[in-house]
């Protein structure tokens, strides 16, 4: 029954309650805001790093077929090399070049090593 009195009751809401629930709620709001905006700075921020790695592996790959690299934002540079894999007591040695791509702005690199 005291619940029912309590929706029974006619009176409003004091100033200091309109106050203290607007304060409230707009702290709620900012925290709410600046969540969101974090969140898509670190997507924006992660899109760019996607983008400069596949450039950089398009540009590897593009070398390492030997077709002209149709991504002009990579560097590739091409190095003769030996690559040494042991397993246990077995060693394996090749002979190669070491492709080595980035985007211009050094956000991505990108290897592979293409034996002779």
Do not use: C, H, W
């Not at 394996?92 to 980035?102: A, F, R, Y």
């Amino acid at each position: 029954m005291r619940f029912l009195k309590a929706f029974k009751n006619k009176d409003g809401m004091t100033l200091v309650e309109v106050v203290v629930s607007l304060a409230l709620m707009s702290i709620l709001v900012l925290i709410f805001v600046s969540l969101i905006y974090y969140s898509m700075a670190s997507i924006g921020r992660n899109v760019q790093l996607k983008r400069a790695d596949t450039d950089a592996v398009a540009g590897v790959e593009n070398a390492a077929a030997g077709t002209e690299s149709s991504v002009p934002q990579t560097v590739v540079s091409e190095t003769s090399s030996t690559f040494v894999v042991t397993f246990g007591d077995t060693t394996i040695t090749t002979n190669g070049k070491l492709v080595e791509g980035t985007d211009t702005q050094a956000k991505s690199r990108y290897s592979y090593f293409v034996p002779n």
